[in-house]
């Protein structure tokens, strides 16, 4: 099975031709714009200007997408655009498209767009939620099979933080999440308050590598708490308060940066292996621009279970993952009934 996929919850406009054979999903084809160097000029994202870009940025993306697979002449011309559009007709087996959560600015522009090529080409389509899109982001250049159930799921993005428990592909709980921001958008607010530059994750982690023993220390927030839910707004003002009261080197900088990543790290890392202690899993999943980080993910070595993590270029938001989870788990809907829905969270 041959999926275009198309992801535009947010700032990455991101298409890619992703494949189902033996057993093994493989990405033939991809391409993403994003644009990041917008927002990192206004320090974090207007919707407005994100939807707008994501209008400029959406059929250009999917022409590449499929030149970059055909090796065709990769430019703009009417020749080249029609060719990509016969390769769609002729091949492709449906189209998967995030429908949520996200900005509806963004969304709208993929979903209208997927509806349409569904329409106009007569190709199932897929509606997937961006949140399960991270997670299933660990079956791209993965055996089907080496994924095994029950497994807990966690999602850290920069505006969701939530685990989660999978019994099978369509029998999952939600255990559990934050209550107030999610562990990127903590990042990126406190970098801002610090002038990294947006989004802050990558370089509070290359801050915080830099220091060895950490002077400074945050609490983990709802960390001796007996439940899966997270609070960081907490942390942030913490942090914040402690920026304001200190003189800020560049050293002191790359101290909060430690202590930051720390406390945020600490507490997802216990509460996901509870979790999986509690309910047996034989798996840990984790999906999400946070999953990015190499502390992260080396901290849960700890743990004595197999623990996934997606390639690094597939933790951030794009369109191979929206593909997994629909060669995976393929639910077709019309697109009369397909709306972009800004609030989807987990049903
Ligand atoms: O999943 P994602 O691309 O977009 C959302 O769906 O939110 O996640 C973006 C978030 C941002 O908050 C960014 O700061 C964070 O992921 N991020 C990282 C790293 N790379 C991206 N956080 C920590 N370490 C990283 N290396
Ligand atoms: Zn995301």
């Known amino acids: ?96 498209i995030t429908y949520g959560p996200g900005l509806i600015g963004s ?12 329409y106009v080409l007569d190709k199932p389509l897929y509606p997937v939620n961006h949140l399960l899109g991270h997670l299933y982001a660990n079956y791209i250049n993965r055996k089907l099979t080496n994924i095994i159930f029950p497994f807990v799921g966690l999602i850290v993005s920069g505006g969701h933080t939530d685990i989660l428990l999978f019994n099978s592909h369509t029998n999952y709980t939600w255990l ?13 607010k406190i970098g801002r308050v610090l002038e ?28 001796n708490e007996d439940n899966f839910d997270f609070s960081f707004s907490g942390l942030k003002t913490e942090a914040i308060r402690f920026i304001q009261k200190n003189e800020i080197t560049e050293e002191l900088k790359n101290e909060i940066c430690f202590a930051t990543q720390k406390a945020i790290i600490d507490v997802v890392i216990k509460k996901t292996k509870k979790a999986a202690e509690q309910y047996n899993a034989k798996q840990i999943l984790v999906g999400g ?9 080396n901290s849960f070595e ?21 593909g ?24």
Request: proline share 5%.
């Open 289 to 297: 621009g946070v999953s990015a980080n190499s502390t992260l993910k």
């Open 1 to 96: 099975m041959l999926l275009l996929a198309l992801e535009t919850s947010c700032d990455e406009t991101s298409c890619a031709l992703v494949e189902l054979k033996n057993n093994t999903i493989t990405v033939l084809s991809e391409e993403t714009a994003t644009s990041l160097a917008l927002h990192a000029s206004t320090g974090g994202i207007i919707p407005e200007n994100a939807a707008r870009a994501q209008i400029e940025y959406i059929l250009p993306t999917i022409t590449k997408t499929i030149l970059n697979y055909k090796n065709a002449v990769k430019d703009n011309s009417e020749e080249s655009f029609k060719k990509s559009q016969e390769f769609i007709k002729e091949n492709i087996d449906g189209i998967a």
């Open 176 to 188: 559990g999440g934050t209550r107030d921001d999610a562990a990127g958008e903590a990042l990126d």
């Open 324 to 347: 997994a989870y629909a060669l995976v788990n393929p639910k077709e809907q019309r697109w009369e009934e397909t709306v972009a829905n800004p609030q989807l969270y987990f049903t």
């Open 302 to 322: 700890s743990i004595d279970l197999p623990i996934l993590f997606p390639e690094r270029k597939y933790s951030t938001d794009n369109g191979a993952m929206i």
């Open 107 to 118: 969304l709208l522009i993929g979903v209208e767009t997927a509806k349409t090529l569904s």
């Open 196 to 223: 990294l530059p947006y989004p802050a994750g990558p370089e509070i982690e290359r801050r915080a590598s830099l220091v060895k023993k950490g002077n400074v220390k945050f609490h983990s927030p709802l960390i």
